[in-house]
């Protein structure tokens, strides 16, 4: 019995790792992926460290990247300044 609960609660935290994971990514994550593995492998994914890492190999990255960098973060829309970038805004 002991082993079958064990197993269940594996199973229930592999399943529900991939959404949260997935709810995680931002629109910046999504179309930069390659680019990310590319120059910033092993940055971790706090304090904006990708996205700086991402806005110093501008030139050098996709355009699908680079246009998501022009146009999201703080001041352009999408996950910026008073957007809440997935957390709850508790100001109201």
Known sequence: MR????????AAAFLAAPATASAQRGPVAA???DDIQTFCKGLPHVNRAVRNCLEANKDKVGESCRQTLD?????RGGCGQGQGCGRRNNAN
């Open 31 to 33: 179309a930069c992926a």
């Open 71 to 75: 146009t999201t973060g703080p001041g």
């Open 3 to 10: 082993l079958i609960t064990i197993g269940m609660i594996a």
